[in-house]
């Protein structure tokens, strides 16, 4: 089992940052994919960036250049460094885990295995 707990959401104007972590904590793989995900109201759950055991990393489309996603493996902590934000990534965001040697790379929800609660973000204009 591997339990994963969010931190650092938050609320910040339009052009700021947040710096969100998940710290994991269990069983750790030695193969894994690791992501952030995020669903707003009334809306599904989409992924926003993944990193894999090697270090390989997608985004998606949509926060590309402003999110930027890493881990210490030291800590056993995911973060995502989230610039220029904007409304519309208003959001509960997600960390997740999958056991496999690579991310998908459209981080599809269904394919990861443990979850965290979720931590807010909200954007004003």
């Known amino acids: 089992q591997v339990q994963l707990v969010e931190s650092g959401g938050g609320s910040v104007q339009a052009g700021g940052s947040l710096r969100l972590s998940c710290a994991a904590s269990g069983y750790f793989y030695s193969m894994y994919c690791m992501g952030w995900f995020r669903q707003a109201p009334g809306k599904e759950r989409e992924g926003v960036a993944g990193?894999?055991?090697?270090?390989?990393?997608t985004y998606a489309d949509s926060v590309k250049g402003r999110f930027t996603i890493s881990q210490d493996n030291a800590k056993n902590t995911l973060y995502l460094q989230m610039n220029s934000l904007k409304p519309e990534d208003t959001a509960m965001y997600y960390c997740a885990s999958d056991v496999g040697d690579y991310c998908y790379t459209s981080l599809p929800p269904q394919y990861m295995d443990y979850w965290g609660k979720g931590t807010l973000v909200t954007i004003s204009s």
């Open positions: 990193i894999d055991s090697r270090g390989r990393t």
